[in-house]
């Protein structure tokens, strides 16, 4: 399996331009996670998806933020309009629980910089 | 309050050095999940292991070891021999079933540095 898969992988963008960012999951795997990584507030979960369907964005920071799950096979993070505050890696992972245990395999993020 | 507690920030050992890296979580949950993961050089982040609440056993896995410990609320995780391929990010997680054992919360992380 090809593991999860982010794309870009690295993002440059000016702020108070969209960014959209794009996920992969493993197939098979009916869970998808969103998490932010910065050197202040460490990995936190933004939002997470079963079977396509948003079950908690109690992390998503603010309105410019937007996650969808079109499909099980795709998920896109938006960030409309970004700011320099945004820049961070950012980890898309997907899981499938299987009886009590499962892991998250995360992909290999987006280095986001807005200046 | 934070679930998972790294107090040790930075570590750096000399190659072939045990070295144990702290995890203490907590929770109110009775059934819970602890992970490890490693964050290499490179960004990604790797699985290491899980374990649930029930299962105290250690576990052994080559040079890696993981001691956990209800009464202490800990999760140690032990390298033998280090090796300069294991410098790394390490992170501690917990996943309680009662939010529906799919939220991780992850620990600050500790930098292991192994000196060649």
């Known amino acids: 399996d090809a593991g999860v898969i982010q794309s870009p992988r690295h993002e440059v963008t000016e702020m108070g331009q969209e960014v959209t960012l794009r996920c992969k999951p493993i197939?098979?795997?009916?869970?998808l996670f969103w998490y932010r990584q910065t050197m202040m507030r460490g990995l936190e979960l933004l939002i997470y998806?079963?079977?396509?369907?948003?079950?908690?964005d109690s992390g998503m920071p603010e309105d410019r933020f937007s996650a969808k799950m079109p499909n099980a096979s795709f998920s896109t993070l938006k960030i409309q309009p970004s700011e320099p505050r945004d820049s961070a890696v950012y980890f898309c992972?997907?899981?499938?629980?299987?009886?009590?245990?499962?892991?998250?395999?995360f992909g290999p993020g987006t280095r986001l910089t807005v200046t | 309050a934070q679930k998972v507690t790294q107090a040790q920030t930075e570590i750096s050992v000399v190659e072939k050095e045990d070295v144990t890296l702290d995890c203490v979580y907590e929770?109110?949950?009775?059934?819970?999940?602890l992970f490890w993961y490693k964050q290499p050089p490179s960004g990604e982040l790797v699985f290491l292991i899980r374990?649930?609440?029930?299962?105290?056993q250690n576990e052994i896995s080559g040079r890696y070891s993981w001691n956990f410990q209800k009464s202490t609320s800990s999760f140690n995780f032990t390298i033998t021999a280090s090796q300069v391929v294991d410098s790394a990010v390490y992170f501690c997680?917990?996943?309680?079933?009662?939010?529906?054992?799919?939220?991780?919360?992850f620990g600050t992380g500790t930098r292991l540095t192994v000196i060649p």
């Open positions: 997680a917990l996943s309680e079933v009662q939010a529906g054992a799919n939220n991780l919360f």
């Open positions: 998806f079963n079977n396509n369907v948003p079950i908690d």
């Open positions: 197939s098979g795997h009916d869970y």
């Open positions: 929770t109110r949950d009775t059934t819970y999940y």
């Open positions: 992972a997907s899981s499938f629980i299987i009886g009590p245990t499962y892991e998250q395999y």
């Open positions: 374990r649930n609440s029930f299962d105290e």
